[in-house]
Structures are given as C-alpha cells and as structure tokens.
C-alpha cells in the first residue's frame, strides 16, 4: 500500500515539473500583430512603402520627427502673408520689387541697329554690291529685283525701285560706292513713305479723359509682349498707363500682361479666362477714367477662326469701348517672320476695324525686312512701330531714314 501510495506522489510530482517547464516558453511566444499593422513598422511613422493602412495619429505631445512635419504645421510659416504680416511698412516696401525706368525711346532704332544685322548682309549689302557691278546690263537688274523679293518687298515696290534706280543711274555720272549707297537709301526711303504720319496718339482728350489704343492681331505675332512694351515706352515718355487684359482666350495672356505692368507701375483690369473680351475692355476704360490715367492701351484675342467671328468680335470690343468715348489708335501687331501671308491675315483686321497704325515685331529674327515696305503699300497704313528682339526695350518708334541706314550697314 505505501508503495502504491509513493508511486501516485511521484507521477504527480513529475507531472508538475513537466508543466513548470513547458507554460512560460509558451507565454514567451510573440503577439500577432494588430490587423493592419506591418510587423516591425513602429507605430506612428508611415510605412516606407505599401499603402497597407494610413499612418496611426501620433498621441498628442510625442515628438513628430522632422521628415513627417508638413511645412504648414509651422504656424508662423503657413502664408507669406503671415510671413509678412509683422513686418513695418519700410520692411514690406523693401521687399516689393523695385519700378524699372525704362529707356527712353528717342534714337532707339539707332542704338538697336545691330538687331538688323540679317536683313543687312542679305537686302542692303546685296544690292550695293550688285549695283556696284562694272556693267550694270539685264541679267545684274534681274539679280536686284530678285534681292528686293526675296527680301519681301513685294512685286509692285519692286518693279518701282528698279525702274528709278536704271533710270538714275544711267543718268548718275559717276558711280562711286557713296553715290551708290546715297542712290539707294534715296529710293529705299522714298518706297518707305517718310511723309506717312506716325505719331502715336497717346495724349489725354482734352477734357481729360484717357486716350484709348486698341491692340490687334494673330495669336502669337507678339500681341500681348508689344503691349507691355508699348507700356514702357509711354511709361518712358511721361505717361501714366493703365493696360486691360482683353484677350480672354489664352489663359496665360493677362499674368503676361500684369507682370509687364507691374514692372513699370502700370496696373491691369483683368477677368477670368473665357470672360466676354468686350466687357474686360469697357471696364478698363471705366477704371481708366475714373483713376485719371493718361493712356488705356486694351490687348484683345486674335483668333483667327472665322473671318465673321473674328470681325463681330472686334468690333463689339471697339463698340463697347466707344460708350466712354473714341479709340484714338488701333495697333495691328504682324509678325515680319511670316512675310507675305501675313499681310494676307492683316487684311481681315483692316476690314474689321479701322487699323490707324502697325507694328512690325521680330524684324531681328528676318532677313526679309524688306517686309516693311510691303506691309505699308498693301494695307495702305503705316507702320509706326518696329520689334527688335525679346527684351523690354526692344520696341522702337519707325524711322524710314534711320532704318535704311542700319540696311545699308
Ligand atoms: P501674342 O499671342 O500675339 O500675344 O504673342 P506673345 O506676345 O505672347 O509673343 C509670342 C512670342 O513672340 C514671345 O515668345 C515673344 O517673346 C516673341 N516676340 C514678340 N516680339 C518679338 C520681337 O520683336 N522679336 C523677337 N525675337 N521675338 C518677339
């Protein structure tokens, strides 16, 4: 019995010791992680990489490391206006961008000369060399005519300026190069018109109110960089400017405008793209009479759909303005690069608005500045403006002598 006894004690005993051993290894065993949670990603930084569950929120006052911090979480950050906000006045006026002071624009043609360097080795050199020929016979006069079209002069101007220069020069008793270059000027700045009005109307009305300039042309001729520049230039010359956006249709156009404004103190009325052109038009010469400015210059949208469209467009905007008063000048802006067929596209704006002037942009990007000439004859006005590269004072007032003279070089 007491055996018996002894031997229930020790199965119990060992069966005890075998439980010791085996519980705390199990509890040892790692948790599962919680539903969502990679394994080993510690908890409050977003995963690396996989899109398994949002970031756990950061229980308040544990330290965000820098990385996770969005800029805005800086609260004296968020906006430059709160950036400024508590800065003087003289510190938040320092930190406006300075008014530029633009370059007066008399003898501006002269000092941008260079700019016609293309049309000068390929229309100017070309004729005075070929004029400068021991014998000046049929096939040297084909060789001059051919130089005069292929610079875009046109065929009426150029049977013209042939005709005039055999006839001088065969009556010219010598044929020095001075002679020659004196001939030629002469007849280019004949064939120029130097008796065409150019002044641009820009002077207040007498009864104060602004004087208006309408801004016309194909998308992409330089409509809206003639604008701003045209602003310097009256900036320049002592005018007080206001521009208005009009060209609704290119979204980009009226932050090109106002950023060429803002560099000079002119300010835009502007709108939403696919605002009503004519509507932002009448507004800017409201805001422009109300504010005493001396010259409201409007940019418009040169579209070029339909021929109709284009016309009741333009003339709406020209309409609408006219309720304040007259629009003293209509600029078409053409692209010299595009030489006769822009002429072409220049007659349905003479036919939709009565153009007073033109400018002529990118005649430093040719070597057809003959286009001029061209431009002038065929639309029957003259051309008061010429473009001469990219930057802001690289619009200059047309000078028929001082432009020959850069083509003769
Ligand atoms: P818009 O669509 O008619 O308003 O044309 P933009 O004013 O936007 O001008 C179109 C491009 O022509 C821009 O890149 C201008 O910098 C460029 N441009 C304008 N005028 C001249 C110029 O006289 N010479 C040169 N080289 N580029 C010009």
Known sequence: MVYVVLA??????LAGGLAAFLLPR????PPLPPTGQPTGQPTGRPAATGTLAPPTPTPPGTPVP?????????????????ATAELTAPEAAALE?????????????VRLRARLARSQSSLGRGLLGLLGRERL???????????????????????????????????????TEPDLRALLSEELVAALDPTADRTLHTAPAPDGKPAVLLVVGVNGTGKTTTCGKLARVLVADGRTVLLGAADTFRAAAADQLETWGSRVGARTVRSHAGADPASVAFEAVKQGIESHVDTVLVDT????????????????VKRVIEKHGPVDETLLVLDATTGQNG????????????VTGIVLTKLDGTAKGGIVIAVQRELGVPVKLIGLGEGADDLA??????FVDALLG
């Open 343 to 354: 002429v072409i596209q220049a007659r349905v704006f003479t036919e939709a608005v009565d």
């Open 66 to 82: 820098e990385a996770a911090t969005p800029a805005a979480a800086t609260p004296e950050a968020a906006t430059p206006e709160a």
């Open 301 to 316: 949208a040169g579209r070029l759909h339909t021929k109709t469209g284009l016309m009741d467009e333009l003339g709406k």
């Open 137 to 175: 016979d049929d096939e040297v006069w084909e060789e001059i005519e051919d130089t005069l079209l292929q610079a875009d002069v046109g065929v009426a101007a150029t049977a013209e300026i042939v005709e005039r220069l055999r006839t001088r020069t065969r009556v010219l008793g010598t044929r």
């Open 97 to 109: 961008p300075a008014l530029e002071i633009p370059a007066p624009t008399a003898g501006r043609l």
């Open 26 to 29: 199990r509890r040892s065993a």
């Open 8 to 13: 229930i004690v020790l199965v119990v005993l």
């Open 397 to 402: 007032p047309f000078e028929p002598e001082a």
